[in-house]
């Protein structure tokens, strides 16, 4: 094995962590805007359930 090999062996490698990294921190962006997403729904029904229970007072 000469050093060139050697060198695209751990040019690829290299690569290859840098995209997991990449994918990895993809897949937890998605998580957190889904936990985003549940909060800002479950927001919203606290809200349409306090809005129902204390209508007759609004209105």
């Given at each position: ?6 060198n ?5 490698i290299?690569?290859?962590?840098i ?41």
């Amino acid at each position: 094995m000469n050093t060139h090999n050697f060198n695209d062996v751990i040019k690829t490698i290299f690569q290859k962590s840098i995209n997991y990294n990449q994918k990895k921190h993809k897949t937890r962006q998605k998580e957190k805007f889904a936990h985003l997403f549940m909060g800002i729904i479950d927001k919203n029904l606290i809200v349409q359930k306090v809005s129902k229970k204390y209508k007759h007072d609004f209105l």
